[in-house]
Structure formats: structure tokens, C-alpha cells
């Protein structure tokens, strides 16, 4: 009798416990994605919102989340419109940090086709150079509150996030990229296609770096965008999604 009752026990426990990890297993499906932002480091994502209940759903349905950023656009001849569609195919949205030297008559349609596509543009100086050389205060404001006026002439807002080129920093840099109102991002995952050539090599590094809550370093680039499709789809077979960090202060309080 003892053993009977024993067993009902366990049997219902394990049913209960398994009604409880699938209930887990549901938050979070067919809501709004979590908040992200970037920590104080610069190169990491944080889930900012408290949502327990649907971490624990991330955790049980393998869903993890990563912000895909471009440097050194506009690239021209076609690529930015490439890696747009394929974004869209995707149902992705990215950040795509600009060179404001690189912008030009005929190029310069394609910050108005980012913003259209709901994508974020961000501030990657005015020339990449390399910002932490530079001592002269007037041509550190042009590197960057120069870039960010010329971005904020051709859409009509200034950026939130910089990337100095390189990931080339400093106390001086940052003071001068907080001075202009926006917050330094870096990376924490690097698909090495500033200098490899080629496609599979980008893919390779690029699905070996990814982690949960990563910031992956791609650019504008042919290459790039060769194997960009095949790069997300192998990144959502692995459970990942697509996010943005949130456009905050550094004194804005998060619920």
C-alpha cells in the first residue's frame, strides 16, 4: 500500500513538473521580444527588462539573442541594398555604424532605406582613423560630433551609439563621444571579415564567435554580403534572434 501511494506521488509530481517547464516553455511565445542595452563595458548586450518567467523560457526553448552591426558603410554599387534584403528575408534588423567620408551623392539614399527598414545608424567617425592616436581637440569634435552633425543633416537626427574605428578607444574618445550624446558600443563577437576575403572563412568565424547576447562585428562588404544569408539562416537554426539595444541614457531607470 505504502509503495502504491509512493508511486501516485511520484507519477503526479513528475506531471505537475512537467505542465510547470512547459507553461515555462510557452512565456515568451508570441510576445514582445525582451529589452536589451549595452553594458557598461561597451561591448556586451544585457536583458534589461526583470522578466524572469520568460528568461526561463529562453533557457528551456534554446532561444538566445544577438545585435548583427556593419561598419564602414556605405559601401555603394549595390551591397547596402543587398544586405538590406537580405535582413529583410530574415526578418532582422541591424545596426550599421557609417563613415561619413564614405557618404556621397550616390550613395547617400541608402541612410533613408536604413531607417525605412527600421535598422539603426551609428556614428563611425568622419574618416576612420584611428581616434585614441589623436591628442588635438578640434579634430577629435570633428571625428565625431562633426560625423554625427552630417548624420543628423541628412536624416533629421542625430545618432545614439559610436563605434570608433578599430575599436581604437580612450578616456579622451569616450569623453568626446558622451560630450555629442551618444554611448560607445563595441563587440564581443567578430566575424574577422575586415581582413579575410573569403565567404566561408566570414561564415566560419562568424558562427564560431556567436553567443548568447552577443554584438557581432561585420561590415559592409561583398564578401559579407555573399554568405550573409546563409550566416542567419544557420544562426536561427542554432535558436537565435535578432535584436536592437534600446536608445537610453545612461541615467534612465530600467523597470
Same mark, same amino acid.
Given at each position: 500500500?505504502?509503495?502504491?501511494?509512493?508511486? &501516485?506521488y511520484v507519477f503526479t509530481c513528475a506531471v505537475l513538473l512537467t505542465y510547470f517547464l512547459y507553461a515555462m516553455l510557452? $512565456?515568451?511565445?508570441?510576445?514582445?521580444?525582451?529589452?536589451?542595452?549595452?553594458?557598461?563595458?561597451?561591448?556586451?548586450? *544585457?536583458?534589461?527588462?526583470?522578466? =524572469?518567467? &520568460? %528568461?526561463?523560457?529562453?533557457?528551456?526553448a534554446g532561444r538566445k539573442y544577438v545585435?548583427?552591426?556593419f561598419d564602414d558603410g556605405p559601401y555603394g554599387y549595390g551591397v547596402d541594398e543587398q544586405i538590406m534584403a537580405t535582413l529583410q528575408k530574415h526578418h532582422a534588423r541591424a545596426m550599421f555604424f557609417l563613415v561619413c567620408s564614405h557618404i556621397n551623392d550616390a550613395n547617400r539614399g541608402v541612410l533613408g532605406k536604413l531607417e525605412g527598414a527600421g535598422h539603426?545608424?551609428?556614428?563611425?567617425?568622419?574618416? @576612420?582613423? %584611428?581616434?585614441?592616436?589623436? $591628442? =588635438? *581637440?578640434?579634430?577629435?569634435?570633428?571625428?565625431?560630433?562633426?560625423?554625427?552633425? &552630417?548624420?543628423?543633416?541628412?536624416t533629421g537626427r542625430r545618432p545614439y551609439y559610436f563605434r570608433p574605428p578599430f575599436?581604437? $578607444?580612450?578616456?579622451?574618445?569616450t569623453q568626446f563621444a558622451h560630450a555629442s550624446g551618444m554611448k560607445q558600443m563595441l563587440w564581443n563577437a567578430n566575424s574577422q571579415d575586415s581582413w579575410m576575403t573569403q565567404p566561408e572563412q566570414i561564415?566560419?568565424?562568424?558562427?564560431?564567435?556567436?553567443?548568447?547576447?552577443?554584438?557581432l562585428l561585420? @561590415?559592409? *562588404?561583398?564578401a559579407t554580403a555573399a554568405v550573409l544569408d546563409d550566416m542567419l539562416t544557420?544562426?536561427?537554426?542554432r535558436g537565435f534572434q535578432f535584436v536592437l539595444p534600446d536608445q537610453l541614457s545612461d541615467n534612465t531607470a530600467i523597470n
Open positions: 500500500m505504502l509503495l502504491y501511494v509512493y508511486r &501516485r510557452l $512565456t515568451g511565445r508570441g510576445t514582445t521580444q525582451p529589452h536589451f542595452v549595452i553594458d557598461e563595458t561597451a561591448s556586451n548586450l *544585457k536583458q534589461a527588462s526583470g522578466l =524572469s518567467l &520568460r %528568461k526561463v523560457s529562453d533557457f528551456l545585435v548583427l552591426t539603426l545608424i551609428g556614428n563611425h567617425s568622419y574618416d @576612420h582613423l %584611428k581616434l585614441d592616436t589623436l $591628442t =588635438s *581637440k578640434p579634430e577629435l569634435e570633428h571625428q565625431i560630433d562633426g560625423c554625427s552633425q &552630417r548624420l543628423a543633416q541628412l575599436g581604437a $578607444t580612450s578616456h579622451l574618445v561564415l566560419h568565424w562568424s558562427l564560431e564567435q556567436t553567443e548568447d547576447q552577443s554584438v561585420l @561590415h559592409e *562588404k561583398p544557420q544562426l536561427e537554426q
